[in-house]
């Protein structure tokens, strides 16, 4: 009576076995994924959002009006781009990436190739509205979105290179565009933008490209590890595992890392008054320059190595150490005098970028579970979009009152501390643990 038993035992066993192993079973999609997710954030981020204020002169001239005409265009698409990130997270899960991806960098090409042809500044005020639109998912959500879907091991490394391949990518094509306008017409260089964006990103989106692994096909996050309990219970439930939206928005580490996203967006803000202020403390408007691209490049490596930190040591840890460099970058500006301390200033700072830009997408991922993230992320940067969008204006009422950007630089410093605070703590917080179970 026993030999049936053992037999039986042995049988679930081995079923066991071998449906952990395909749970385990690793496939090259998650890392095409990640590919096309680098492409997206070199090219599509290093054009779109990073080239548009190189044509401002230039359309100025050409159009005979005022430089804050024609930078209007670039606040619209801020504003149109906050408004859309309300409802970007509900349209990726409700739509096939593939298609989705492909018709917003498509529409995007469409309208940098229309603005060549463009004669009147209101047009560019249409066509930079629905640009706003248009690059919201494929830029700003879509990187994150996938990368968590398609890795639960190494998330946070390949989160942090795909996203801080965004500022190499500025780095490489502010150059290439302004050779472009200055040797061949911003014309021509609306046209080439367009075309780049088609043949760099369309063979990814349309042929790479899926919201998340099909199990029914076999398909796999990578490093995925479930029993077969788990398994049974999630393909039941029809759902993937995490907190559903509206109960996240309830909870307090929702509302902490609202405050985190809107908090390191005001010290984001300042980035654009940088070289204004390095000018108001003696130096030259090259090396004020300089300053920028220094905090460019920190971004870059920050983004990249604090994703792969949050993978290998404790999260909380790798969070206070980014933010006390990035604290120590805005305090180093505020005192900097001269180039060589003021460009160090701009590394450290950028470097500190990486807790918003990396850190907060992982820990909202961790909080809350892969089955509503990309709504609850949209949701989230929407509210730091419009952080962002008024503490440009407002760092600028800053020095009109004080005569020094001084005041802000400071109060970065504080805003860092109370940000690091209250990420750390809505980590700790998180309503969604989850529980990878090892095979004995």
Known sequence: MMEPTRRTQEETTANMEVRMSTQTKSSSRPWLVFIGCCVLSLVGFGL??????????VLGETLSVSRTQIALAS???????????????????????????SVCIAGVAALFLAQSFFNAVWQFYISFALMGILYIIPISLAPSVLLANWFESKLGMVMGIALGLSGIGGTIFNPVVSWFITNLGWQTSYRLTALILVICILPFSLLVFKFRPDEAKGEQAYGHIVSAA???????????????????????????????????????????HVSSHEIAHGLTLEQG??????????????????GILLDYLKPE?????????????WGLMAVATTPTPAIAAGFMAGLGQGVVLVALPWVI???FGQRDYSEILSIVSMFGAVASAIAVTAHGAVFDATGSYVPSLVGNMALYVVAAACMVIGFRMRPFKEITKQAK
């Open 75 to 101: 606040s619209i698409m801020a504003i149109a781009g906050a408004v859309t990130m309300l409802f970007a997270g509900k349209v990726m899960k409700m739509l096939d990436s593939r298609i989705l991806i």
């Open 230 to 272: 788990v398994a049974d219970d999630a393909q039941a439930a029809g759902e993937l595992p995490g907190i559903e939206s509206k109960k996240a928005y309830r909870t307090p580490t929702f509302v902490l890392l609202v405050l985190v996203s809107v908090l390191l967006q005001i010290v984001a803000a300042l980035v654009q």
């Open 289 to 306: 320059a300089l300053v920028v691209s220094g905090i460019m490049f920190g971004a870059a490596i920050g983004k990249a190595t604090i």
């Open 48 to 57: 779109i959002v990073n080239t548009p204020g190189l044509y401002f002169t």
């Open 365 to 367: 991922r961790k909080s």
């Open 317 to 329: 840890l790798t969070i206070v150490i980014y933010s006390a460099i990035g604290l120590a970058g």
